[in-house]
Every structure is written in structure tokens, then in C-alpha cells.
């Protein structure tokens, strides 16, 4: 098989996990329909295609896209569930606090497709797993103001082994409008990162054997990573689902903007998708029992 082949399939399994489940965490129905609707199915099940552009790494300008076949996967359990925040585990879940299990990744990267990392090891993709304690600030008839404090543990993997490279820390505010907004549901979400020293090592650090004339030796330390603003969006027309975000990242100020790697201090993402929802539970589950949405 030729190299590019292997490297293509190796990158499409994290790429579409990924698409999967930013997408499919957007909201899928607003605030004021979770008040009047009272139960929900406890499963849907549909697919679509999601098209999705973003920095090889924070700090990149190095981008890739990539247009994907995107699986919508609902579930509202009692404990596990998938939403708008990705695959969790809900421990405990009061009307104004509640205490889940949240995770999150990033997608590989090939050194050969980003030319401040050549010759040096590809960045594997990442995955990070965590508890996250959530305190509804405000709630009314317009909308929700929620306080999120994840603490994640991250690890990489080359689908041959897997590595625990440190932890981070991303407390963020979070808006959702609950107001008809054409029918579109809207989230905004901001919050400064952090990151112990292992972290920033792995995705910024430049270790002796890879100095180059132009890339200098860079140890990096742990800390302040910079901030994130997203908004999201989405809608259902019937069986239709469509979705997008849109995040800005911000490095000014970053434990790790001085290193080498660092070519910009300022980054977007963004994702579309559209799915088809083709099958539901017919066991519904009461919106009362569900944790506040964020």
C-alpha cells in the first residue's frame, strides 16, 4: 500500500470520532421545547456527512480539512449519555449543579504536512477523559448561564500503544439562548486553558536532537494555554439535522508562545454537518430527569 494510503487511513478513524462527537454535541433541540415537551426518545440514530477545517495544532497555520460521513448518535441514559457535550457519565445531578464524566480529543498530525514540525515525530491523536462540576448561574425565560470546570487527563495514541502526556484544566462560561431564534439553536462558550508541563512538552517542546538552524532547542513549562470563544448552532427540520461551530483561540500570553512552534497566535475552526435521523426509541425518558443542558 503506498505511504500516503497507510497515512490516510491511519488519520480517518480519529477524524471521523472526532467530527462525531463535536457535531453531534451541539444542541439538537432548544430550552423552550425541553419545558414543554416533557420526554424525550432515550435513543435516535441517523447519518449524515460533516465537513470540518482546523490547525494542525494550536498555533499552526498549517491547516487540514476534511469532508467525512458523520454518524448521529443520541443517547439519555441515567447514567451514560450522549448530547450535547460528547459521550459522559452523569454522577450526580441537581436543578442548579451536577458533577458528570466529560471527553474530548484532537486529531492527529503528520510532521511531513506542517513544516515547523518536519523531522520531528508526528503528533498522535488525543484523547482526554474527566470529571467537570456545573453550576447553573442563571436561568430564565430567555436563556441559561452555566459555569463548566472540567479537569481532563490527556493520552495519545498511535493506535499501537497509548501515552499519558499530563492534564488540563478549562473552566468556561457558557450562554445558550433559549429564545426562537428562526428555529436555530444558539450556545456561545468561553474560558481560559491550562495545562501542566507535560502537556505543553508534547505539542511545543523542541528536544536537542531536533534543533535545526531555523528551530532552536525549547523546553516548555506548564500553565496558562491561552483562551477559546465558540459559538454553536443547530436545528432540527423534522428528521433533518443540521449543526456548526465556530472557535477562535487565542495564544497571547501562552506558557509555551515564545517556543518555535508557535507560528501564530491566533487560530479558527470550524465544522458543518447534516444528518438524517432515520431511527428512535420509543421508550421516552422525562426532561426532568435530564441534567441542565449545556
Known sequence: MPTHSVARTKRFVPVLIFVSLFLISLPTTGLADQATARTQPLWEIGVGLASVSMPNYRGSKSRTTEILPLPYLIYRGDILQLDRQGLRGVFYDKERISLDLSADGSLPTSSDDDSLRSGMPDLD?????????????????????????????????????INHIGWKVHPQLRINASE?????????????????????????????????????????????????LMLTTSRRFGQLWVGGFLRYDNLSGAAFADSPLVETRHSLMAGIGTAWVFGKSSRQVPVDHLPPLY
Request: aromatic residues 14%; without cysteine; neutral net charge.
Open 125 to 161: 491523536a488525543a484523547g482526554e477523559i474527566g470529571p467537570s462540576l456545573n453550576l447553573v448561574l442563571a436561568d430564565t425565560p430567555t436563556g441559561q448561564l452555566i459555569l463548566r470546570l472540567p479537569l481532563r487527563a490527556v493520552v495519545v495514541s498511535d493506535f499501537k500503544s
Open 180 to 228: 426562537d431564534l428562526a428555529g436555530w439553536n444558539l450556545g456561545i462558550t468561553f474560558g481560559p486553558l491550562f495545562a501542566n508541563r507535560r502537556y505543553h512538552e508534547y505539542y511545543y517542546g523542541v528536544a536537542p536532537q531536533y534543533v535545526t538552524d531555523w528551530r532552536p532547542s525549547y523546553q516548555a513549562s506548564g500553565g496558562y494555554s491561552g483562551s477559546a
